[in-house]
Every structure is written in C-alpha cells, then in structure tokens.
C-alpha cells in the first residue's frame, strides 16, 4: 500500500512525464522554452504580458473508488480491537490546461499533453522512480516508496465533462476559463499500517475422534444446534422471575452433557465472572446450579442485572454457550424498626453487601426511602430514616408494614409465587 504522500506522488509523477514527453521533444521555431506547472488555475496570471508558454496539472477532486472503499472491512471486532488495516481507496482527478500568448500554440501544447497522456495509460514503476528519486527540490519530502508499495497499477483516463460541467469547474476556480482536458486518475490506496490481531491458519476443521482419524465437519439431524447453548433459566417457582443467595437455578439447553461443566454469573455492570457450584450429575440435563450463600458472597457478587453462561468440556474442546439475562434479588436477613413515630429509623441487614454507586432504596408499604450514606467499600447494614405518622391506624393497634429492598431496580422478594392464589411472604413485614 502507498503512504499518506500518494497523492503529491502521482501529481509529482504526472508532472515529470509530461514535462519529459511535452517539454523536452516541442519545437515550435521560435517558441520559448515550455515549462509544466502544478498550481491552482487562480495562481496562473493569465493578464501579465509576461506569461510563459506552460502546461498547468491541477487535482481538482478526490473521490472513494467504489471498488476498494469496502475491503478490509471492518477494521475492529466488537471489544474495539484492531483486526485489519483497510486502505483508503481513491480515484483522483485532474484537469490540464494550456496557456500561451501566442496564436495557436496552447492548442498545440494541449495536443501534445493530451496525445502523451493517451499513450501512457498507466503509472509504470520505472516513471515513479524517474520522478520522485532523485527527487527534485521542490518534492524532496516525496520518497518512491510512498507510492511504489502498493500493488494495484495507477491507471490514467480521459475523463468526460461537457460543456456546462467545465463551465462550472472554471467558475469555481474563480479565474479567466481556458480550453482544458479532465483525466481519472485510478487508484490509489494509502494505507498507514497500525499493529492487528492476525489468526493462525487453520489445519483441519474439528479436533481428530479417539481413533485419531482427522475431523472435519460435523453435522446433526434435525433443528437442534450443534454446539452447547442455552435456552432458559428456571429460578425457584416461589421467587418469579428472580433469584437469591443460596437458592438453587435450573439452566435448560442443548448439548450441556459433552463433558465438565462450569458455569459462571457477571454483572451487567461490574463484569466480574462469579463460578457457580454445579449440583446435577455428571453429565445429566438440565443443569442445576447453587448460588452461595449469604454468609458465603463472594466479592464479586452484586445484586441486579446479571448474566449466566455456561463453558461446557476442557481444553481445546472447551465450548462457551450464549449467555442468558438473570436478576440476583438482594436477600433481607433481618429488619428492625427504632425511634419516634415522625423519625423512625429501619435497619436492615441484606445479602450480597451494596457497593457504592448502585443505587438503593427501600420500600415501606408504597413509600420510597433511600438509605443514609455509610463508610467503606461495601456494607450489608443499611439504615432508612422515614416518618411512620401516614401508617398509623385510626384504632387501637401496632401499624404493620411490608418492606422491600430495591438494588439496581431489583426488588427483593416479597410475594410467594408458589401458593395459589400467591400471598405475601410473612418474614418481609415489620410492626412500626
């Protein structure tokens, strides 16, 4: 591939060519010496009386080429890290004008650049190198390298614009209009090389069977999949949708017996994989794994939004599953209601600990109280000031209230999915 100088590159070596096949073989009698020119048509005073007899190449566009503009893509896989280097891929496109005080000799100068220019229809690497090494003073930052990399020849044109086309181009340029010729100039692929994961080439398709036969591809009858994955979680009948410390999952699937399981929960928001204890059999289905237990939470457990999944074999037969959503309930241990009736403070102790910067609260019948703030990394003790006056009975009696504990937009478990019709659990109430 070419570095970012291609482009002066090519405007470098059409300049020689044409200086060398227009310049140095034109006789016009008394002609001055012709000189070529790569400047903006606004730059040429086309009013001074002293106007040289000269050939100006100007880029005036730059384009994607429609055939590159998509290979190598794309450049990144979904964690964000590079895979390939894609080229930028442009066509280029030029005008050539003719300028001359004299009679008739800008159109023949422009016979002659447009007649040499029909009869190099390619870039060849020997011009390259003729024009950029030893490269003049005024491209002496331009190397042949910069352009002789890349593989795909640069091939010239003659580039059709009709009459009100070049009449706007000239109105863009902004300076007096002289007959010129358009030319494509295609392609030029620069590419800036940047360090990429490059895979290993692959020597068989599937690992060899216990004969030592070579593998190759396998294939199942019917609409099952052919590799683990996993279909739906059952949490315990009496939690809904939800799961808590201690309790035991059951994950449904196909192909979760081919050999040593593991299993592990992340959290959507801190992805720190948690290895759960498998309690079937051996290669039985489903699979039912146990949270731990309260007393038992490891660090990286949080209560929320999590996902399961599951690696099913070991080695290099070792199969990841898709991952499947799961919400870990926070688990309320203990509760206990303190102080005046306008001030009271409930406290609960909860499993797994919160961290700081998930977001609790706690719901006192329908009133959302959110916790004081507390010291350290985490804490499993968390203190709710609210005012009880609105839960007091206008009768005699102690007001009772169902408590919630609400993390990350998880609620604890408060109703009994199991019972029918379902009944609010008896240990998540507390008297005020």
């Given at each position: 591939?070419?570095?970012?100088?291609?482009?002066?590159?090519?405007?470098?070596?059409?300049?020689?060519?044409?200086?060398?096949?227009?310049?140095?073989?034109?006789?016009?009698?008394?002609?001055?010496?012709v000189s070529v020119t790569a400047k903006a048509p606004d730059l040429i005073d086309t009013e001074s009386a002293d106007l040289a007899d000269q050939i100006n190449l100007y880029m005036y566009h730059v384009a994607p080429n429609q055939g590159w503009r998509n290979v190598g893509l794309p450049s990144r896989d979904s964690s964000g890290a590079r895979i390939s280097n894609p080229p930028l891929a442009l066509d280029l496109y030029y005008v050539v004008t003719a300028y001359s005080q004299r009679e008739l000799y800008a159109?023949?100068?422009?016979?002659?650049?447009?007649?040499?220019?029909?009869?190099?229809?390619?870039?060849?690497?020997?011009?390259?190198?003729?024009?950029?090494?030893?490269?003049?003073?005024?491209?002496?930052?331009?190397?042949?390298?910069?352009?002789?990399?890349?593989?795909?020849?640069?091939?010239?044109?003659?580039?059709?614009?009709?009459?009100?086309?070049?009449?706007?181009?000239?109105?863009?340029?902004?300076?007096?209009?002289?007959?010129?010729?358009?030319?494509?100039?295609?392609?030029?692929?620069?590419?800036?090389?940047?360090?990429?994961?490059?895979?290993?080439?692959?020597?068989?398709?599937?690992?060899?069977?216990?004969?030592?036969?070579?593998?190759?591809?396998?294939?199942?009858?019917?609409?099952?999949?052919?590799?683990?994955?996993l279909t739906s979680l059952a949490?315990?009948?009496?939690?809904?949708?939800?799961?808590?410390?201690?309790?035991?999952?059951?994950?449904?699937?196909?192909?979760?017996?081919?050999?040593?399981?593991?299993?592990?929960?992340?959290?959507?928001i801190v992805p720190q994989k948690v290895p759960l204890t498998i309690n079937s059999a051996p290669g039985a289905s489903p699979l039912t794994v146990l949270l731990p237990a309260p007393a038992a939470s490891p660090a990286g457990l949080r209560a929320g939004a999590c996902m399961i999944q599951a690696v099913v074999g070991t080695g290099v037969q070792a199969r990841a599953t898709n991952a499947l959503p799961l919400a870990v309930a926070p688990l309320i241990t203990s509760m206990a209601v303190s102080g005046p009736t306008a001030s009271k403070v409930l406290t609960l102790t909860c499993a797994p600990p919160v961290y700081p910067g998930q977001q609790v609260m706690a719901l006192i019948g329908d009133v959302e109280v959110y916790p004081a703030t507390w010291t350290g990394t985490s804490t499993q003790t968390l203190s709710f000031t609210f005012d009880a006056t609105p839960f007091t009975p206008p009768g005699p009696g102690v007001p009772i209230a169902w408590i919630r504990l609400q993390v990350d937009g998880v609620d604890s478990v408060l109703v009994d999915q199991s019972t029918n019709p379902p009944s609010f659990d008896p240990t998540q109430k507390a008297p005020l």
């Open positions: 591939m070419s570095s970012d100088l291609a482009i002066a590159g090519v405007t470098a070596t059409l300049r020689h060519l044409l200086k060398r096949g227009v310049v140095d073989h034109v006789k016009l009698g008394d002609q001055g010496p159109d023949v100068l422009l016979g002659y650049a447009m007649q040499f220019l029909h009869e190099v229809p390619v870039l060849t690497q020997r011009a390259i190198r003729h024009a950029l090494q030893p490269a003049p003073t005024e491209v002496s930052f331009i190397r042949p390298e910069d352009l002789l990399t890349q593989f795909e020849q640069i091939k010239i044109a003659p580039h059709a614009l009709d009459a009100d086309e070049m009449y706007k181009l000239w109105m863009a340029f902004q300076t007096t209009y002289r007959p010129s010729a358009a030319y494509h100039v295609s392609v030029v692929l620069i590419e800036d090389p940047q360090p990429a994961s490059s895979a290993l080439p692959v020597l068989m398709i599937g690992e060899p069977d216990p004969q030592g036969r070579p593998g190759g591809v396998k294939s199942t009858a019917g609409l099952a999949p052919s590799t683990p994955m949490p315990p009948a009496k939690n809904g949708p939800v799961i808590r410390l201690g309790e035991t999952l059951t994950i449904n699937g196909f192909h979760l017996t081919g050999g040593p399981a593991s299993v592990s929960l992340t959290n959507m």
